[in-house]
């Protein structure tokens, strides 16, 4: 049996909650964040499961690069040439709040 998702950020990836996705691909998925704190605001997670920064290993070297190449182009075609803030919160004194490493996009502000 497949494992169960156990965090909100696996149930988009199955797409048992639904989500404005930005991108999708084989290593990564992007979507807008619910509460944006900036006019652009968008969650971008590797498909692995990864809990958080402090669990990333050197087999995981593709995924990380490969989610700062999708975060600069996301960052263009969503118009924030002029600059953003790519934000990673690790752990519970890090203020992670789900259990699933995501990179914060922000921008527009
Ligand atoms: P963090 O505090 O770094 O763990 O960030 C978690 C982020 O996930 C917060 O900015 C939340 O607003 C966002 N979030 C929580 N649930 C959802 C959801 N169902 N869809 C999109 N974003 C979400």
Same mark, same amino acid.
């Given at each position: 049996? *497949?494992?169960?998702?156990?965090?909100?950020?696996?149930?988009?990836?199955?797409?048992?909650?639904?989500? $404005?996705?930005?991108?999708?691909?084989?290593?990564?998925?992007?979507?807008?964040?619910?509460?944006? !704190?900036?006019?652009?605001?968008?969650?971008?997670?590797? $498909? $692995?499961?990864?809990?958080?920064?402090?669990?990333?290993?050197?087999?995981?070297?593709?995924?990380?690069?490969?989610?700062?190449?999708?975060? *600069? $182009?996301? *960052?263009?075609?969503?118009?924030?040439?002029?600059?953003?803030?790519?934000?990673?919160?690790?752990?519970?004194?890090?203020? !992670?709040?789900?259990?699933?490493?995501?990179?914060?996009?922000?921008?527009?502000?």
């Amino acid at each position: 049996m *497949a494992m169960m998702a156990d965090n909100v950020f696996l149930k988009i990836l199955d797409r048992s909650i639904p989500a $404005k996705v930005a991108h999708d691909d084989d290593l990564c998925l992007a979507f807008h964040d619910v509460r944006p !704190q900036a006019p652009v605001h968008v969650l971008i997670i590797p $498909k $692995k499961v990864i809990r958080t920064h402090a669990d990333v290993t050197a087999a995981d070297r593709e995924v990380l690069g490969h989610i700062h190449l999708v975060a *600069a $182009k996301l *960052a263009a075609d969503l118009g924030l040439a002029d600059g953003y803030r790519l934000v990673v919160n690790c752990g519970d004194r890090g203020g !992670q709040t789900v259990p699933h490493l995501h990179f914060h996009l922000l921008g527009g502000r």
